[in-house]
């Protein structure tokens, strides 16, 4: 009787965060993942993306905002099934243990906290128009000033991350009303500007399918991503079985229709003059260094450039104020994991992971030094972003098959399907990334494994890394190494297109193919060597209200 009374124990236990607060609605919520879409990214996505595809960017856009539609609904259910701090790096914990789950959670750090840097070099870059010294226009990086006065716009989003939440989601709300209207007012003031013929130069697509596949690790995903950021907060949602899918499908619903409209009215808009050698032939100083606020002074709209420019602080700053909340929130989750020390996890009297914030500044600041522009570190955000985001799908379909009765306050139609279909689709991302991104994610990982590895010899209360937990991982590392494989033997370099580092042995659409067969083994596999049912619900269970309660007394 008591070993049949384990696991219904277990499968009914959820997890539960110890110190955070439920003080976030719905809005509240939404705001958070669309404070992270409207970033920096669309201050240059549309540039970039035209510059890759000319016309075509507008598919760009759509065929992400798809992609990233379907993690979504999965993000939707994992959410709302355990609601914990940090979920991206939780979930794959409870599917397949310890050894997978600490590289999944290292990518959502990863990722995590190289936001904020990328977000202060926005600023340096637009606030270069009224401060000179900030940023080079000619070396495309920003100047000592401009690095220094990065690390005080970091600190300032660390102590502003002190607030309660409570507080500090009302300031997020107010700051995100204000990153929508915007580019609403953009829209329709650049409607005005139209210039049809822009759009046949060079044909619909000049550079062919290729250039459409590159434009999204060109600014495109980049900007659309974030829509996860109600995951990162799920301990301190209120309801969060009803608010979570909410909030990231009503988030990521809005952010792609902005986007796409922005897109339209960015090559509309254009003085035909500027696309005399094609749209990857722009060279006008002010599209390059603030591509919406140069086009409306060239269009005579003084005033929308200039609410531009303000805005080009205060759209990033929401942004990168956001991404600090949300590292110390994934690493608060994966000292609960016991991935990293437990100081991680304390929290002040206002429910805040004080210590995660402090981390967050230093290991941002740290980022900071090999990547000095913005368009730097767009590849290395965007890929350690899907790494993350391929988590998810392998972590449903696990679940579904593990624990096929626990609670799903809301379930993700078709998943036997769209589970398998978001792990390939997550990863023609990382593919189209390039590999120049793609080798300096691997030594990013490396350097991962090598901290978290040293801090778990140390550790009196590590999590188990025993057989099943290995095995769960087998999986892996032929995962990371075939994707860096296919990515040598492919089209894109994401990088030095003068010395490219591909072979191109892969030919369009060939590559496309193998990378969904090859997902398909590592998907199927993953599901055939997940934990077994009764290891999956102990780690549920361990960090269960229960268990705590239980730990406390």
């Not at 979920?87 to 190289?114: D, E, K, M, N, Y």
């Not at 600190?155 to 929508?180: D, E, Q, Y």
């Not at 650049?190 to 697509?205: E, K, W």
């Not at 023609?428 to 120049?436: A, K, N, Q, T, V």
């Amino acid at each position: 009787m008591a070993t049949e009374s384990v696991p219904t124990t277990a499968t009914t236990a959820r997890p539960a965060d110890v110190g955070l607060k439920r003080e976030m609605g719905l809005i509240g919520g939404m705001w958070a993942s669309e404070t992270s879409l409207i970033g920096s990214g669309w201050l240059f996505g549309a540039l970039y993306a035209s510059q890759a595809a000319g016309t075509a960017a507008i598919l760009a856009w759509v065929g992400v905002g798809v992609i990233f539609a379907v993690l979504a609904l999965v993000y939707s259910e994992l959410g709302a099934m355990y609601p914990v701090a940090g979920g991206t790096g939780r979930f794959p914990h409870f599917a397949f243990g310890t050894v997978a789950g600490i590289s999944f959670g290292f990518f959502a750090w990863l990722q995590a906290v190289t936001v904020a840097p990328i977000e202060c070099y926005a600023v340096m870059q637009y606030g270069s128009y009224a401060w000179h010294g900030i940023y080079d226009s000619n070396s495309g990086n920003v100047t000592g000033l401009g690095f220094a006065m990065a690390v005080v716009l970091m600190a300032i989003f660390t102590l502003l991350n002190f607030f309660a939440m409570r507080l500090f989601s009302k300031v997020n709300s107010g700051i995100t009303w204000w990153k929508i209207a915007i580019p609403l007012i953009a829209i329709v003031a650049l409607f005005t500007q139209f210039h049809s013929a822009n759009f046949d130069v060079g044909g619909f697509a000049p550079y062919g399918a290729k250039g459409v596949f590159a434009a999204t690790s060109a600014g495109v995903a980049f900007a659309l991503l974030g829509f996860e950021q109600a995951d990162q907060l799920a301990g301190e949602i209120k309801n969060p079985q009803r608010n979570l899918p909410r909030a990231i499908l009503g988030a990521l619903a809005i952010a792609i229709v902005i986007y796409t409209l922005l897109q339209v009215v960015f090559i509309g808009a254009l003085p035909h003059s500027q696309l005399a050698h094609g749209f990857a032939g722009i060279s006008n100083s002010q599209i390059l260094d603030g591509p919406f606020a140069g086009v409306a002074g060239l269009a005579g709209i003084a005033w929308l450039a200039w609410i531009l420019r303000l805005d080009a602080v205060i759209s990033p700053g929401g942004t990168g104020l956001i991404y600090f909340t949300s590292t110390s929130r994934v690493s608060y989750g994966l000292a609960r994991n016991r991935y990293y020390p437990p100081i991680f996890s304390w929290t002040d009297r206002r429910g805040v992971p004080w210590f995660g914030l402090l981390a967050s500044f230093v290991f941002g600041c740290i980022f900071l030094l090999p990547f000095p522009s913005w368009h730097s570190l767009v590849g290395l955000v965007t890929s350690a972003a899907v790494l993350m985001y391929a988590g998810a799908p392998l972590s449903l379909g696990a679940f579904r098959s593990q624990v096929p009765e626990a609670n799903r306050p809301y379930r993700m139609g078709g998943a036997i399907v769209l589970a398998p279909l978001a792990f390939i689709l997550a990863n023609f991302l990382i593919y189209w990334s390039g590999l120049e991104v793609i080798w300096k994610l691997g030594i990013c990982i490396v350097i991962g494994y090598v901290l978290i590895g040293a801090w778990l010899i140390f550790a009196k209360d590590r999590p188990p890394l025993i057989g099943d937990h290995w095995k769960a991982a087998s999986w892996l590392p032929v995962y990371l190494i075939g994707m860096g494989i296919i990515s040598w033997q492919g089209q894109y370099s994401g990088g030095a297109v003068a010395a490219p580092l591909n072979t191109g042995h892969l030919h369009l659409w060939v590559d496309l193919g193998v990378i969904a067969a090859f997902s398909l083994v590592i998907y199927y596999w993953a599901q055939a060597v997940r934990l077994p049912r009764e290891d999956m619900l102990e780690i549920v269970a361990r960090q269960s209200a229960e268990h705590e309660a239980a730990s406390d007394s």
